[in-house]
């Protein structure tokens, strides 16, 4: 199953670089570089639509453009979003980048304090609060409060920001990154958050992601037996608490099922590996330590 998506990721990750000509450009741009130009561009998002107070304007807009999709299609993207459903989604990428799962799991540790001390602090109503009913396409729950910023926006652009700077692919970073803004842009669609909301997500998500991976450079004991057993065993019960799990969108009730079973397929085998075969597993070396900090530098 990961070779599959693995090589399907691969080969539009091709068509997108042969097409558009974006080889030579990923070529010259560092991590450095890709790091810092998209998150000076989501954050000149988040304050360009704050001080132009184009929020409500730019809401409707992308709603009337999104009609013409149907609603199953912004629901299933949605879903893949959630928090619970990304952790569960790293199962499949534990055995091959356990550095990418560690870096997840710390940059999740900090990027969830930010997300909600900025939520709980501040209270900004979402749109049903201030749009009436007839005004704007909602599909799903009707969440009220909490608007700012959106937590599945930070979750799937934390993903793939670990992915990228842990696993250096960076040949996919223009499907990865437009797959992101996709899922992320899905939270406007379904009616539960402003532009604003989902930039600011973004932007810290990437960051965070970036950070998650410094620090598992610098403290590896995920990466460890031990720390990859431990990890590997709480996200195995998170896909089996995410089996029937209610996201409240019962159109993509589906895509959230079939995650679960194949992540929990997938991770228990690797789990399996773990525990009996621990000799296949991969740790790292000095020289591993070593290089991985002279390529966050």
């Known amino acids: 199953m990961f070779k599959y998506w693995h090589d399907l990721l691969d080969s539009i990750a091709a068509l997108v670089v042969n097409n558009c000509r974006v080889r030579s450009v990923m070529g010259i741009m560092s991590h450095e570089r890709l790091l810092i130009s998209t998150a000076a561009v989501l954050l000149i998002l988040t304050v360009g639509i704050h001080g132009l107070d184009a929020n409500k304007a730019?809401?409707?807009w992308l709603q009337s453009w999104g009609r013409y999709v149907?609603?199953?299609f912004w629901a299933s993207?949605?879903?893949v979003g959630d928090g619970l459903t990304v952790a569960v989604l790293l199962l499949l990428f534990a055995r091959k980048y356990p550095k990418m799962i560690w870096a997840a799991v710390l940059a999740a540790l900090f990027t969830t304090l930010i997300v909600q001390s900025v939520k709980h602090s501040l209270v900004l109503p979402r749109p049903p609060l201030v749009l009436a009913p007839d005004e704007f396409m909602l599909i799903g729950p009707e969440y009220r409060h909490a608007s700012f910023p959106s937590g599945h926006s930070t979750a799937i652009w934390l993903f793939a920001s670990?992915?990228?700077f842990s696993a250096y692919h960076w040949s996919k970073a223009v499907v990865l990154m437009s797959l992101a803004a996709l899922i992320a842009l899905s939270r406007v669609m379904v009616g539960a958050h402003w532009p604003v909301d989902i930039?600011?997500?973004a932007f810290i998500g990437w960051v965070?992601?970036?950070a998650g991976v410094v620090m598992a450079n610098r403290w590896q004991w995920g990466m460890t037996l031990k720390g990859q057993r431990i990890i590997v065993a709480v996200l195995l019960l998170a896909a089996v608490a995410l089996i029937g799990h209610d996201s409240g969108y019962t159109q993509a009730g589906w895509v959230v099922n079939s995650i679960a079973v194949t992540c929990l397929l997938f991770g228990g085998y690797?789990?399996?590996i773990l525990l009996r075969h621990p000799q296949r597993i991969d740790q790292p070396s000095d020289e591993q330590v070593v290089e991985?900090?002279?390529?966050?530098?």
């Open 58 to 60: 730019l809401f409707l």
């Open 70 to 72: 149907p609603e199953s």
């Open 77 to 79: 993207l949605t879903v």
């Open 162 to 164: 670990v992915w990228l």
């Open 199 to 201: 930039a600011a997500g």
């Open 208 to 210: 965070g992601g970036w």
């Open 270 to 272: 690797h789990f399996y």
């Open 292 to 297: 991985d900090r002279k390529n966050q530098r």
